[in-house]
């Protein structure tokens, strides 16, 4: 049963601390995103990586956060440090690119969700 | 700048009735489109698809429609049951623009 892992499920931390995220995407799959879902933004790219290598992360707050893929079976979405304006449920996914250009079917992950008191 | 546009946060129909969702965008280059339920505390799941050389895709009680001249996107999901409540998000895989929706919260009542 192919899914998509993510590590924690749930951290509580304080402002100021670093915060890893992990993400192990499904084997095979070559395309790796890292979302952020808040109330207000609904679901925000945050940063995705095609075989390895980062294709956009505009979306991330550089000063803070940085995103890596190490190896083909590993993620990681760092904040450091963190606020409390970081508190948000962080969804990694994977896929395929699609035939044609673009990206087909994504499968998420359950989410971490982040506090940061 | 949102892209994908999901006018109205939320809906509420009847069990057995028609629940029809919407999706706005805003670049006529958007070829491919997906809708995405989610349940409280997990993550997105893929509903269904559809390319832009097509006007619809039906599959079993979902079916999306496309009007490309309005750069218009409806999920029509018929008949409404309670297990189909949900945040709905559409979806557009086009290129370098991975872009939600900001979802539909589907309230489906017995």
């Known amino acids: 049963d192919a899914r998509v892992t993510q590590t924690p499920r749930h951290k509580v931390t304080e402002m100021g601390q670093e915060v890893t995220m992990r993400c192990q995407p499904i084997l095979g799959h070559n395309t790796v995103f890292w979302y952020r879902q808040t109330m207000m933004q609904g679901l925000e790219l945050l940063a995705y990586f095609r075989n390895r290598a980062p294709l956009d992360d505009s979306g991330m707050p550089k000063d803070r956060f940085s995103a890596e893929m190490p190896d083909a079976t590993l993620a990681t979405l760092k904040i450091q440090p963190s606020e409390p304006r970081d508190s948000a449920v962080y969804f990694c996914?994977?896929?395929?690119?699609?035939?044609?250009?673009?990206?087909?079917?994504?499968?998420f992950g359950e989410g971490s969700r982040l506090t940061v008191l | 700048d949102q892209q994908v546009k999901q006018n109205s946060p939320s809906l509420s129909v009847q069990e057995g009735r028609i629940s029809i969702l919407n999706c706005d965008y805003t670049?006529?280059?958007?070829?491919?489109f997906l809708w995405y339920k989610k349940y409280p505390a997990e993550g997105p799941t893929f509903l269904i698809s559809?390319?832009?050389?097509?006007d619809k895709n039906e599959d079993g009680r979902f079916t999306v429609f496309l009007n490309k001249s309005a750069k218009h996107l409806s999920l029509h999901i018929v008949p409404s049951q309670p297990g189909d409540s949900a945040v709905y998000f559409c979806f557009t895989g086009a290129n370098s623009k991975l872009t939600f929706g900001k979802g539909i919260t589907l309230s489906v009542r017995p």
């Open positions: 996914a994977s896929g395929l690119p699609r035939t044609g250009g673009g990206t087909g079917e994504l499968f």
């Open positions: 559809i390319s832009s050389i097509k």
């Open positions: 670049n006529s280059m958007f070829d491919y």
